[in-house]
Nanobody
Framework: QVQLVESGGGLVQPGGSLRLSCAAS????????MNWYRQAPGKQRELVAA???????KYADSVKGRFTISRDNTKSTVVLQMNSLKPEDTAVYFC?????????WGRGTQVTVSS
């Protein structure tokens, strides 16, 4: 069993920055693909960023150049650094771990970008 706990969401003005963290329990972290998804009201959940064990990152086109995903296997944490935030980044952000046939989700953290 894997538990994921997100933190770091909040209210920020356009152009600002936020740092989301996801702490994972369990033993699979170093072998899992770690992802950040987001879901805005009335929209489908979408993949924002991914980082496999190899460290080769992947980003949605809408966040390239603004967001950075990183992981620390020694601490079982994954971080999403979000810069130059826009109102359209407003959503609930979810941490996700994929390992073999299994997919684990956190409860999400709200990010609101508004002046």
């Amino acid at each position: 069993q894997v538990q994921l706990v997100e933190s770091g969401g909040g209210l920020v003005q356009p152009g600002g920055s936020l740092r989301l963290s996801c702490a994972a329990s369990g033993t699979i972290f170093s072998a899992a693909v770690m992802n950040w998804y987001r879901q805005a009201p009335g929209k489908q959940r979408e993949l924002v960023a991914a980082i496999p064990p190899s460290g080769n990152t992947k980003y949605a086109d809408s966040v390239k150049g603004r967001f950075t995903i990183s992981r620390d296997n020694t601490k079982s944490t994954v971080v999403l650094q979000m810069n130059s935030l826009k109102p359209e980044d407003t959503a609930v952000y979810f941490c996700n771990a994929k390992y073999a046939i299994y997919s684990y989700w956190g409860r999400g953290t709200q990010v609101t970008v508004s002046s």
